[in-house]
């Protein structure tokens, strides 16, 4: 499963889009973009994923670029709830796992 | 729907006692994993389960830490006996199956099981 790299925190006012980075320079055809976030004291959420294309859904919007060696998670009007550890995970297609980084704590201010 | 259910949610033992955290996955799913996430590090994989076979355990320290599932359905991680080094939170997560299909196939968390070793 190819490594990601982020950023180790960010911050972002609240109302305002907030956009995460990740490099994943060594992903494979095969791999698939995955975002967790974990709030203090709970498990990881599952937030998107995505293979080439763009993807949005409820949460948030994966902008994957066209060499797959990069992607940005955006949250499109950042909350006080937002604020977490946010990982970006490349994720492998045969046996699935998700292997974590230390990902971006991402702190939303009022 | 419900969710992954874990517990204890906390535990505090003293060093070289055992204990024990239960896991239920969400109905129907056949891959289980355990987690252990040490404070400030993402979660790491300790060991992977297909129904009440073990995929991958590669990573669990064998001489202290055991994990079954022998009906496919919970799961039990046992540590025994206890290190210091051993305080983090156990994360318990289900699939619905193992690998990366086109439809996603999510992995969903447990809030997680606390421990503290003193």
């Known amino acids: 499963d190819a490594k990601t790299t982020q950023p180790p925190s960010m911050d972002c006012a609240e109302g305002r889009a907030a956009n995460l980075p990740c490099n994943h320079s060594?992903?494979?055809?095969?791999?698939?973009v995955y975002w967790y976030r974990q709030i203090h004291s709970q498990g990881p959420q599952y937030i998107i994923h995505g293979l080439k294309n763009n993807e949005t859904n409820e949460m948030a919007s994966l902008i994957i670029t066209e060499d797959r060696k990069s992607s940005t998670l955006i949250l499109p009007h950042a909350t006080l709830r937002d604020t977490a550890v946010y990982y970006c995970?490349?994720?492998?297609?045969?046996?699935?796992?998700?292997?974590f980084g230390r990902g971006t704590q991402l702190t939303v201010w009022p | 729907e419900a969710g992954v259910a874990q517990s204890p949610r906390y535990k505090i033992i003293e060093k070289r006692q055992s204990v024990a955290f239960w896991c239920n996955p969400i109905?129907?799913?056949?891959?289980l994993y355990w987690y252990q996430q040490i404070l400030g590090q993402g979660p790491k994989l300790l060991i992977q389960f297909q129904n009440n076979g073990v995929v991958d355990d590669s990573q669990l320290p064998k001489d202290r830490f055991s994990a079954e599932r022998l009906k496919g359905v919970d799961s039990t991680l046992k540590i025994q006996p206890a290190k210091l080094e051993d305080s983090a939170v156990y994360l318990c997560?289900?699939?619905?199956?193992?690998?990366?299909?086109?439809?996603?196939?999510?992995?969903?968390f447990g809030e997680g099981s606390w421990l503290t070793v003193v």
């Open positions: 109905s129907g799913h056949a891959t």
């Open positions: 997560a289900s699939s619905l199956v193992g690998g990366q299909g086109p439809s996603g196939n999510t992995i969903y």
């Open positions: 060594t992903i494979s055809g095969n791999e698939y």
């Open positions: 995970i490349a994720r492998g297609s045969t046996l699935g796992r998700l292997y």
